[in-house]
């Protein structure tokens, strides 16, 4: 494709114009008008398209990610797109694959003819790069459908900040539930649940509440994990941005993926306003909470809210309503799931497994009696000590 003929194609985008906002195109639309600059004005536009190529790595990665993460007239209509919206898309795909074949010597040759600069062809060449996977808009369409679109395709899991926006995790915990010996039964239930959910079948809030170091958060996220690549995302989220929820339910409310909104370690007090926001976005509010996002919450306590003996045998005249407002919340969660302290027995199970995968070797009685004086020296018998205990027994034999 010719340069003239090549900018104002990429002038045309229509369906992937977003892309124009993108750093690497800019780059290349900024090269390629100033041929008609001088040639101070062009070595300058055609470094910094270098540099911005070289800081990508991959060229063709970052051209394909910012198709994969645009959200446009196509992902608008992608059950059942128009026609011209496809032959549009497939213009759009054309010139960008033409970008991508650019090596820079006729970039360079044209701008030392058209500047009479001749050391313009000294310049660098630039960086080869592949064309997009797909050459037309109904492969595009097709890529949308298995892959996902927009903001939520760049990572499995995300974070919520303070001031209510989404920063996508770069380095997520990559946990499975096969590192998450015992708990067969609370693992199943929660699975089940999850199934449903990615089917589109009715599926239940999930609570999860007991011991410390039992592994609720560790399940929840080993569970967001194993079904990342059916679209799962996982979005944790601070009880203390609560208030956020209804931005981040408009976010996510005509995303293709289906979340798992993660609030670890749950708890309130009776003055705490998040306690009746949160009630009310769950179940009870005027607006609905999205289908394809349900609420998975750690807490130690049953009913979410720090209580005292005065409370129950306080001088309210209904202590009924009272306790009833204490349990409101727990109550809107559809499925309660406990993780107890492991007996002995469910203990030891925990370490041999741990032991077994981490390929340590000791007497298996040997194993079980420093286990059990570890726990005695720890907070007693958990998931998490058992984990502990392998990771000491571990550096200690490679110490040795």
Known sequence: MELTELSLHLRGLSVLRGLHRHPLVSAYLSALDALRADSAAFADAYGALCAQMFACTDVSRALLDAVHYDVNTLTDTI?????????????????????????????????????????????PRLPSAAPLPFRDGAAL????????YGFFAQATAFAVQDDGTLAPIVHPD??????????????????????????????????????????????????????????????????????????????????????????DDLSFSREDDNFAALKAFIEGGLAGKPANLVIYATSNRRHLIRETFADREGDEVRVRDSLETVT?????????????????????????????ENGLTLDREQLHLLAERFALRRNGRSPRTARQFISQQLAERYDR
Not at 106 to 123: C, F, I, Q, V
Not at 141 to 148: I, P, V
């Open 79 to 123: 059950d059942a797109p128009a026609p011209a919206l496809l032959d549009a898309a497939t213009h759009d795909i054309d010139a960008l694959n033409a970008l991508l074949a650019l090596d820079g010597t006729a970039l360079r040759d044209a701008a030392a003819a058209r500047l009479d600069a001749p050391a313009l062809r000294a310049l």
């Open 174 to 263: 990559r946990i499975r539930l096969c590192d998450l010996p015992g708990y067969e039964r609370q693992k199943q239930q929660i699975l089940k649940n999850t199934r449903a959910f990615l089917d589109g079948r009715e599926a239940n809030n999930i609570l999860l509440y007991g011991d410390k170091g039992t592994g609720k958060s560790s399940t929840v996220k080993a569970v967001a994990n194993e079904y990342a690549v059916r679209g799962l995302r996982i979005i944790e989220m601070s009880p203390r941005h609560i208030t956020h929820f209804p931005a981040l339910f408009a976010q996510t409310l005509r995303s293709p993926f289906r979340f798992i909104v993660f609030l």
């Open 141 to 148: 369409a097709s890529y949308y459908r298995a892959q996902g």
């Open 328 to 356: 409101s919340l727990s109550d809107r969660f559809g499925l309660e799931i406990t993780f107890s302290v492991p007996d002995k027995d469910e203990y030891l199970f925990i370490v041999d497994q741990l032991a077994a």
